[in-house]
């Protein structure tokens, strides 16, 4: 089974994944582009019993774009997003694709949120697109 490891820019936290993500999305949500400093979100999401947590976090509890509240775990040291869980999808748990800092990671097989997407922005790729 596939195991790959997630981390915080310093390191002290971290989530060890198994198994193939569900799903690899691209959210163009303004909660996920003040979340990423960028101009959306890649995240991949994992069923809960496949991702283990090493370290410390904390806990910012914010309300999507959607109306459902999202928990985003993030180190106390350096403020890495490392992964978070909302109430659309308990029993999955969400992780940045750039904490893996993998280039073969999976690409994204949706995109959501596209009536948010910045003009300039071409997604290319095989995904299903919605607004």
């Known amino acids: 089974m ?11 936290l971290s989530v060890e994944v198994s ?9 163009h949500c303004l909660d996920c582009q003040r979340r990423t400093g960028s101009a959306f979100g890649v995240q991949a999401r994992f069923p809960r ?8 976090h904390a ?4 309300t999507g774009d959607s109306g459902g509240r999202m928990d985003a775990a993030f ?3 350096c403020g890495s997003t490392v992964f978070y869980t909302g109430d659309a999808d308990p029993g999955l748990v969400a992780i940045p694709v750039g904490a893996f ?5 999976p690409p ?8 948010r997407m910045h003009d300039w922005l071409h997604l290319v790729g095989a995904m299903r697109h919605e607004d």
């Open 2 to 12: 596939e195991r790959r490891t997630a981390r915080c820019a310093c390191g002290r």
């Open 19 to 27: 198994g193939a993500p569900v799903r690899v999305s691209v959210c």
């Open 49 to 56: 019993e496949a991702v283990r947590q090493h370290g410390a």
């Open 59 to 62: 806990t910012y509890v914010r």
């Open 75 to 77: 180190c106390p040291h």
């Open 101 to 105: 800092a993998d280039p073969r990671f």
């Open 108 to 115: 994204p097989d949706v995109s959501f949120y596209e009536t």
